[in-house]
């Protein structure tokens, strides 16, 4: 029998293992797509929902809160159960019930049904949310460089393609109840079929083979699965990271893992950076449009061009964010898109030329393009046997920051012009470039430039 020759195996070993990993980012980015696709399906059809149960223009607004608030609570519920059960289970289910809730919306028939179908919706919504980015978390620590940025790009891109799919089948007169049908069995399709492909559950100790070396070689293979594995297999160079060895037992905790009360704070640090961004991202989502006709006089159609600057430059800014974050950094991608922000808005507030407004809003597309990314990848990296707990913590503050920036928005456009309303997040954000050196890693877990 003849003997293979020296590294042979190692590299089989390590092209096994390129390959899971490539097939787990993949999974991942099927996740946010699909994620994004059936909320811009729920969206696109507000408004003959909207006429079919006879609800108000007032009350819909209270049912879109009712969504918001049951997404925090599936978002602070799933980071547990994703630390105790594994976030792939968890996507599972979170991908499987939105799925099958953004059905609800479609076969509503009154105000009751219609808001049970979005209580449910929302639920699901929030969970995928957390589960999915602590998916992404485990695979972009495994792959040792930035790729979160993607991630989100593809969400954007679900989204994209749902309101596409949307208005197409709404001038060819299909009812929302068979389109929301349609993508709901599309849905739990997609989900089975990237399920199996997830990064598979770990735990925070695991049980070495006999026999197999403690360092050095490339690839390493446990009965049970430990952090940073995928399918059970990890780099040498994550494992060896984590090593404290009792007997035949190994227990993995991060060197740099964090103690509670300086874990608690680093999460509510990045929550709060994070609610200062997403804040941002909401007035930008919601009152450019209205500001550029309002502050400009511009028609509808016109006006409608300030969403799409922004939208647009946020969703290349997506792409291109993990090739700029491997080159300078997270920190300097958080403090110099929220100074690129800032100075968005500042343009937006001076100009009297709608060419100079839209230059405006892309600017604050692409300044906040990458920097909530960075954010879940800190928080998701804090160490210890915690990750999803941590990140469903950021998720939920910074979540309150979509929230709460068009409404603070609103209510301050009854005491001054809107446009000068608009000075709030350029201030805050300014703020969040100042205590950018938040979002630094604890640990080289993942590597960046040294900015």
């Known amino acids: 029998m003849s003997k293979c020759p020296p590294g042979t195996v190692a590299a089989v070993s390590s092209a096994a293992v390129d390959r899971r990993l490539r097939s787990a980012r993949g999974a991942v980015f099927g996740a946010f797509t699909l994620n994004g696709f059936l909320l811009a399906m729920w969206v696109v059809h507000i408004p003959a929902i909207t006429d079919r149960t006879g609800v108000s223009a007032s009350l819909l607004g209270m049912f879109v809160l009712l969504l918001a608030g049951t997404a925090i609570v599936g978002m602070r519920l799933a980071g547990p159960a994703a630390d105790r059960i594994g976030s792939r289970t968890l996507v599972a289910v979170a991908a499987a019930a939105i799925s099958v809730t953004v059905l609800g919306p479609g076969l509503a028939t009154g105000p009751v049904s219609l808001a049970v179908a979005l209580a449910c919706f929302g639920f699901g919504n929030g969970a995928l949310d957390v589960s999915m980015n602590t998916q992404a978390v485990q695979v972009e620590r495994a792959y040792g460089r930035p790729i979160m940025s993607a991630f989100h790009a593809m969400f954007s891109g679900g989204g994209f393609a749902g309101s596409l799919v949307g208005a197409a089948t709404q001038r060819a007169g299909l009812s929302p109840q068979v389109t929301l049908t ?270």
């Not at 804040?279 to 400009?296: I, T, Y």
């Not at 100075?343 to 892309?362: E, Q």
């Not at 005491?415 to 954000?429: G, K, N, S, Y």
């Open 182 to 451: 349609c993508a709901g069995v599309a849905g739990l399709v997609v989900t089975a079929v990237l399920v199996p492909h997830l990064v598979a559950h770990r735990r925070p100790g695991a049980v070495a083979e006999p026999g197999r070396p403690e360092t050095g070689s490339h690839v390493e293979r446990y009965e049970g699965e430990t952090e940073g594995s995928v399918e059970g297999v990890v780099t040498g160079e994550t494992a060896g990271a984590v090593r404290q060895r009792s007997g035949s037992r190994e227990v993995t905790n991060h060197p740099s893992a964090l103690m509670k009360p300086d874990r608690t704070r680093k999460v509510l640090s990045l929550g709060v950076i994070a609610f200062v961004l997403l804040l941002a991202e909401g007035v930008a989502g919601d009152w450019s449009a209205l500001q550029a006709r309002e502050h400009l006089g511009v028609a509808d159609g016109a006006a409608a061009l300030a969403f799409g600057a922004f939208s647009a430059t946020m969703t290349l800014g997506r792409f291109l964010a993990d090739r700029v974050s491997a080159a300078i950094g997270p920190v300097a991608i958080v403090r110099y898109g929220s100074l690129l922000c800032a100075a968005g808005f500042a343009v937006v507030i001076a100009s009297p030329w709608l060419p100079l407004t839209l230059i405006g809003w892309a600017l604050c597309g692409l300044g906040l393009a990458g920097g909530v990314p960075q954010i879940f990848t800190t928080a998701g990296n804090l160490g210890g046997s915690t990750a999803a707990t941590d990140m469903s913590r950021v998720f939920t503050i910074g979540y309150l920051g979509l929230l709460a920036g068009p409404a603070l928005i609103g209510w301050l456009t009854a005491l001054i012009p809107l446009t000068a309303a608009l000075t709030i997040p350029l201030v805050l954000t300014l703020a969040c470039a100042c205590a950018a050196s938040i979002v630094a890693p604890p640990h080289p877990a993942v590597r960046h430039g040294d900015g």
